[in-house]
T-cell receptor, first 116, second 112 residues
Framework: AQSVTQLGSHVSVSEGALVLLRCNYS??????LFWYVQYPNQGLQLLLK??????LVKGINGFEAEFKKSETSFHLTKPSAHMSDAAEYFC??????????????FGRGTQLTVWP | DTAVSQTPKYLVTQMGNDKSIKCEQN?????MYWYKQDSKKFLKIMFS???????INETVPNRFSPKSPDKAHLNLHINSLELGDSAVYFC???????????FGPGTRLTVT
């Protein structure tokens, strides 16, 4: 079975501080991994995705994530938080690699608050 | 130009009514989805269509019926609405099953 665990439903940082949002997955096959951001009353926006190329994936808005197979992790980081980064962040994992199914399983989300 | 659009954005209705939500994507993607986000923001796949063919139906009550008239459109019809159907419904699309999903703005359904 596929599952995604986001550690910490709420993360608070000061503006300019490092952002670290944690995601661990369980998968019996190499997965595809995604991070999405959701601003209030909006849809989800794709930040970045890992599909087995480079293990360090760079995304939009200065975010990046590193795939660590040994730790089954795909944590999201940003060196310096900005007020506009305040949002809900979702990690997602897709199994059915190479098939047309492509079920995407989402974590429960992490609410990021950025303090001035 | 909006990549994935949904109408309506808000839908308030009474129990027992039938309603529809429309979705259109102009990205040229071949796969479209419906997701449900509950009050705790948990997202769950409902349906997936690939080239107008139903691929995934995740134990959704048969009161929910998706229809894909063409690759660019995926509509969701809900019969006999119940209080528990209140949620935000998101349409999404991707190129192939492994592609990143592009989400619409969501439809907030409130059943009273």
């Amino acid at each position: 079975a596929q599952s995604v665990t986001q550690l910490g439903s709420h993360v608070s940082v000061s503006e300019g501080a490092l952002v670290l949002l944690r995601c661990n997955y369980s998968s019996s096959v190499p997965p595809y991994l995604f991070w999405y951001v959701q601003y209030p009353n909006q849809g989800l926006q794709l930040l970045l995705k890992y599909t087995s190329a480079a293990t360090l994936v760079k995304g939009i808005n200065g975010f990046e994530a590193e795939f660590k197979k040994s730790e089954t992790s795909f944590h999201l980081t940003k060196p310096s938080a900005h007020m506009s980064d305040a949002a809900e962040y979702f990690c997602a994992v897709s199994r059915d690699r190479g098939s047309t199914l492509g079920r995407l399983y989402f974590g429960r989300g992490t609410q990021l608050t950025v303090w001035p | 130009d909006t990549a994935v659009s949904q109408t309506p954005k808000y839908l308030v209705t009474q129990m027992g009514n039938d309603k529809s939500i429309k979705c259109e994507q102009n990205l040229g993607h071949d796969t479209m989805y419906w997701y449900k986000q509950d009050s705790k923001k948990f997202l769950k796949i409902m349906f997936s269509y690939n080239n107008k063919e139903l691929i995934i139906n995740e134990t959704v009550p048969n009161r929910f019926s998706p229809k894909s008239p063409d690759k660019a459109h995926l509509n969701l019809h809900i019969n006999s609405l119940e209080l528990g159907d209140s949620a935000v419904y998101f349409c999404a699309s991707s190129q192939g099953a492994s592609g990143g999903r592009y989400f619409g703005p969501g439809t907030r359904l409130t059943v009273t």
